[in-house]
Structures are given as structure tokens and as C-alpha cells.
């Protein structure tokens, strides 16, 4: 006889996120664009001795990798949907690459920081006419890619409740991977534009520092689109919800409870872009409540798609007293 193992012994994992197919549809399109005009602006760059072309042409080439990274998030997060391994599902992993897209526009803030400073303490001759050609076509290709990926989806929800009032509130709920990959565009698009704007600025009134400034404001920019993405990525990743707006509603729902409880811990974690868990360690002085009442008064919350509720009852009037 065979014993089975320990993954066949496991329960089928929950699917907390919905896949997005539509989503991974558009950035497979979106990095073949990117990819395809990262090539000419690169070259171009180098052919016409442009600064911003070429920064904006490097900084597309970080883009296409992050928008194939993003596109691999989901067919992973996807195709690994049904693996016990992931305990909470595989939602982070889109996180996971949204995280990693914004140290990649780190590193290229950085960059375009560095060789903007050399070229403007070193400047060289431009060949505006064909730069600018090709930073146009780049702008276009960017707006197109933005239009692409642009989120539709609405980022907050209106809901009533059926218990002793009502009220409506609103989660953030937008799709972290797709907004770190059109991100990726925007800022591209704005170099872009930074970079057309410095090339006409170069050849109209001969100021060819424009060139390199510019690619320092474009810099700038990406650095703090990319402190964001940092920012709310990170946040999840590790965890950090205990002050999203759901764990109130937790906390206001027990403290309405007919049955009066305390509670003593409470975590509350995301596991899908709109989708929370949560534990609660309660105690009350009721004989009638038991965890699954507490589950049945906290699922007027439909975020909360993962309760754990523990309750403690203390001794009360023991008929054994100790002394």
C-alpha cells in the first residue's frame, strides 16, 4: 500500500483573484510595439548623436523587459492558480513584478541622470531633423501602448449593507501589475515628449543644452513615478494593510454585535487586488456565540474573502471555585 504524499494530501488551494486575460492580451501587443520602436530609437539615437533620443530609446529597452515581465505575471499567476504551494494564491506574483518593474525604472532614472550630466558638461553636435522624426514616431507608439493598457476598471465601490445602518466606501482595487506596466508608457511618453520638445528647442534657437536637460527632468520624473510604484507595491508584499479601510469596517462590525465581544488580535491581509484575509482572536461572555456567528456578521463585507475568527469564553460562574 501506497502512502500518498504530502501534496496529494493537501486541499484544493482557494482562487482568490480572477485572472486577467484581457490585461495579459494587451501587454503581449504592447511589448511587441515597445520592443520594435526601442530598437529604432537606440539606433537612431547613436546615428544622430541625440542625448534624449538615445535616453528615451534606452529607457524604452528597461520598458520592454518590464512589460514582458508583467505579461509573464499573469500567465503564471494564471497557469500556477491551482498549486497548493501557494497558500493564499498566486495574486502576489503579480506584485512581485510590479515591484520589480519600478526598480528597473530606478535604475533608469539613474542612468539618464549620469549620461544627461556628461552630455551636458560635454556636448556634441545633433542631427535634429531625423531625431526629431523619430522621437515623434516614438510618442505615438507610447500613446498607443498607454491607450492599450490604461485601466478601466472603476477604483472604488459603492455598497449598502443589510444590518443596523447603512453605509457606502470605497477600496482601492486597480490591477498593480497593469498599472506599473502603463506607468512604464506614461513615463516613456512623457521622455518622449521632453525629448521632441528639446530637439525643436535645439534647432530653432540653437540651444542644445535643452538636449541633455531634459533627459535631467525626465530623470527626475521617472524617479518619483517609480518611488510609487515602490511604495504601493512594497506595501503589499509585505503585508503592511493594517490601516486599509476594511480593517475598521472589521472592527466596527464586532463592536456592533449584539453579542458583545473584545477583541484581543486581528490581522488582515490582501490575498487578491480587492480581496482580504482575516484573523480575529475574540473574547465574550456569551454561551451562544461561537466563530461561525462571528463569520456570518463579518461577510456583509464581500472584500473579506478568507475569516478566521477564534473565541475564547472564560469561566463563568464556575461552580468549582479554586479557593
Not at 14 to 41: D, G, Q
Not at 66 to 93: C, E, H, N, P
Request: hydrophobic residues 50%; proline residues 3%; aromatic residues 8%.
Amino acid at each position: 500500500m501506497t502512502t500518498p504524499s504530502v501534496q496529494q494530501q493537501r486541499p484544493k488551494t482557494y482562487v482568490f483573484n480572477i485572472s486577467n486575460p484581457l490585461a495579459e492580451k494587451k501587454i503581449k501587443w504592447a511589448v511587441i510595439l515597445t520592443a520594435l520602436m526601442m530598437v529604432a530609437e537606440i539606433a537612431g539615437g547613436y546615428v544622430y548623436n541625440s542625448m534624449a533620443l538615445l535616453a528615451d530609446g534606452w529607457h524604452m529597452s528597461t520598458h520592454a523587459m518590464a512589460l514582458g515581465l508583467s505579461m509573464l505575471a499573469y500567465v503564471f499567476a494564471r497557469k500556477l492558480s491551482q498549486d497548493a504551494r501557494f497558500t493564499f494564491g498566486t495574486w502576489k506574483i503579480e506584485i512581485l513584478a510590479s515591484f520589480t518593474s519600478s526598480i528597473l525604472l530606478v535604475l533608469v532614472a539613474g542612468w539618464m541622470l549620469i549620461q544627461s550630466a556628461e552630455r551636458l558638461l560635454s556636448p556634441s553636435p545633433i542631427r535634429y531633423d531625423e531625431a526629431i522624426f523619430i522621437a515623434v514616431i516614438g510618442l505615438l507608439v507610447n500613446l498607443i501602448c498607454a491607450w492599450l493598457l490604461k485601466d478601466n476598471h472603476s477604483h472604488g465601490h459603492d455598497h449598502s449593507h443589510d444590518h443596523h445602518h447603512g453605509h457606502s466606501h470605497g477600496h482601492g482595487n486597480h490591477d498593480l501589475n497593469l498599472r506599473s506596466a502603463y506607468i512604464h508608457v506614461i513615463t516613456d511618453a512623457a521622455t518622449s515628449v521632453l525629448a521632441i520638445f528639446a530637439l525643436i528647442g535645439g534647432k530653432l534657437w540653437g540651444a542644445s543644452w535643452l538636449d541633455p536637460v531634459m533627459g535631467l527632468v525626465g530623470g527626475v520624473l521617472v524617479a518619483i513615478w517609480a518611488y510609487g510604484l515602490i511604495r504601493d507595491s512594497g506595501r503589499i508584499l509585505l503585508d503592511a494593510e493594517m490601516d486599509a479601510p476594511v480593517v475598521a469596517e472589521v472592527i466596527e462590525v464586532i463592536n456592533a454585535s449584539p453579542i458583545r465581544a473584545t477583541i484581543n488580535d486581528i490581522h488582515v491581509w490582501r490575498v487578491g487586488k480587492d480581496q482580504y484575509a482575516c484573523v480575529l482572536n475574540l473574547t465574550t461572555t456569551s454561551l451562544e456565540a461561537n466563530a461561525e456567528y462571528f463569520r456570518q456578521q463579518l461577510s456583509i463585507h464581500e472584500e473579506l474573502v478568507h475569516i478566521i475568527v477564534e473565541v475564547n469564553l472564560p469561566l463563568i460562574n464556575n461552580p468549582y471555585p479554586t479557593s
